[in-house]
């Protein structure tokens, strides 16, 4: 491709809010700018690109070899108020009249996503006149294609002519691949048909050939993939506060999610029931549909079933204690008892209350004595 200048006009009105293209008309623009003045620039290194905006218009970057600089400003746009296409257009042709490089083609690319307020006439008045200046002009429709689409075809056709084709109008459909739609359309493809890069294409990822250009062709994956994160970083934040579509995808994404944490709690609910068996035979309960469980109760059960082994475990260990050594009967000997209450300091053993104490064992050991006989 040969030397050019081209600045690009981007639609900044308050329409690009719209997420019709993902994940926003506007943040969809941003990275195809990207790809076209990168695209501009590596096809020759000494054609030159600016950049302005159709709402507020502004030229934010004059005409420059360095898209670092363009791409900087690129993201400092805001949506705002109406687009002027009219007044855009005519801006960005005086703007290309002070091209230092007077040998440069000029080029006008321009993105369209609201509705084009003007008469018919007024723009065949204007592509008329860029006819004459000899300023090609690409024109990417989005969004509104119902409302505009008639009228920007007559005003290519009339920049054109008959047989011309140095100009274009691509209409895009809404959907997520902005990009890729025009890295394959004429204003990436050149006006004779071929890659802005030289190439024709065919079969390469994003329609350009690696081996002829591979800085084209990293910044339009880095610009994919740019894309991709930002899209899943909107759907983060705007899918959480929309209970209703919440309801609908919650269930179906967090199936995986809760796969593993699922089957660990099963594991862990089996491996109690095998180690408290005998606990849980012993206080009569049945088999036990751990699938009908809520995952509260089956927390629940698992926590009864630990619960039940440490009990069994410590009863064990205080049979043992009972069959080492039994102090039952001593302590059932009033004597004895009566001996180490004499020795213990401020404990009258003639006191009423500690005879009244004495008796209740006495008699407590007649009734015991009585049982075992009854039993025997």
């Not at 691949?177 to 024709?200: F, Y």
């Amino acid at each position: 491709m040969g030397l050019e200048s081209t600045i690009i006009c981007v639609d900044n009105s308050e329409f690009m809010r719209n997420g019709d293209y993902l994940p926003t008309r506007l943040q969809a623009q941003q990275d195809a700018v990207n790809v076209i003045a990168h695209s501009k620039t590596r096809s020759n290194p000494e054609s030159n690109v600016a950049l302005m905006t159709l709402s507020d218009l502004s030229v934010l970057v004059t005409l420059t070899t360095d898209t670092g600089k363009l791409l900087a400003k690129l993201h400092q746009i805001n949506p705002t108020g109406n687009m002027r296409f009219i007044s855009g257009i005519k801006i960005a042709h005086l703007a290309l009249k002070h091209r230092q490089g007077k040998n440069h083609k000029t080029r006008i690319v321009a993105f369209v996503g609201s509705p084009i307020e003007v008469e018919e006439k007024e723009l065949v008045k204007l592509a008329k006149k860029l006819k004459k200046e000899k300023v090609n002009i690409d024109i990417i429709n989005i969004g509104e294609e119902e409302a505009n689409t008639k009228l920007l075809n007559t005003f290519i056709e009339t920049i054109n002519g008959k047989e011309g084709t140095s100009s274009h109008l691509v209409t895009i459909p809404p959907g997520p691949h902005l990009t890729d739609a025009l890295v394959s359309s004429p204003i990436l493809q050149g006006e004779d048909g071929a890659a802005a890069g030289g190439s024709g294409g065919g079969g390469f990822e994003f329609g350009v050939d690696p081996n002829d250009d591979p800085e084209l062709a990293l910044a339009l994956r880095v610009s994919m993939e740019e894309q991709r994160a930002r899209q899943q970083a909107e759907a983060g934040q705007t899918n959480p506060p929309q209970e209703g579509d919440g309801a609908a995808t919650t269930p179906a994404a967090a199936a995986e999610a809760d796969t593993s944490e699922e089957a660990m709690l099963q594991r862990a609910l089996a491996m109690s029931m095998d180690g408290g068996a005998e606990a849980s035979s012993g206080g009569g309960g049945g088999s036990v549909d751990l699938a009908a469980m809520t995952e509260e109760e089956q927390i629940a059960y698992a926590m009864r079933m630990s619960m039940a082994e440490e009990e069994s475990a410590q009863g064990g260990e205080s049979m043992d204690v009972d069959d080492k050594e039994d102090y039952s009967e001593v302590m059932d000997d009033p004597a004895f008892l009566q001996s180490v209450l004499q020795n213990l300091p401020g404990v009258d053993p003639q006191s009423e209350a500690v005879k009244n104490a004495m008796g209740a064992i006495k008699d407590e050991k007649k009734d015991k004595d009585k049982d075992k006989k009854e039993d025997k």
